[in-house]
């Protein structure tokens, strides 16, 4: 099993930044794919961000390019998210997700490639 905490979430107004972690315990391993996902109230969980562990590639969807950055620590057992010229449309709940051990992150803008999930930390931004 694999457990998933995510933190670092809060209220900043429109331009602020914050920075997410996501700290993974239980069963880890070397090479998978992480991924940060957001879901605003009535809406989809979408994607966000990923990055395979194996070697650091990042993948990112065009609405948070250039402005949310997603990397590992050397230990590779948490995952952060910086989110820089924050948009009051980057409301949402933020979740760290995991697959299990893996050679890529193909498909990982799909909720469905993922295996375990955080419980969320809230992001609040206004204008």
């Known amino acids: 099993q694999v457990q998933l905490v995510e933190s670092g979430g809060g209220s900043v107004q429109t331009g602020g930044s914050l920075r997410l972690s996501c700290v993974v315990s239980g069963d880890t391993y070397s090479s998978n794919c992480m991924g940060w996902f957001r879901q605003a109230p009535g809406k989809e969980r979408e994607a966000v961000a990923a990055?395979?562990?194996?070697?650091?590639?990042?993948y990112y969807v065009d609405l948070v390019k250039g402005r949310f950055t997603i990397s590992q620590n050397n230990a590779k057992n948490t995952t952060f998210l910086q989110m820089n010229s924050l948009k009051p449309e980057d409301t949402a709940m933020y979740y760290c997700a995991a697959t299990g051990p893996s050679n890529s992150c193909r498909g990982g803008f799909s909720t469905t490639r993922y295996n375990y999930w955080g419980q969320g930390t809230q992001v609040t931004v206004s204008s």
């Open positions: 990055i395979y562990t194996g070697h650091g590639s990042t």
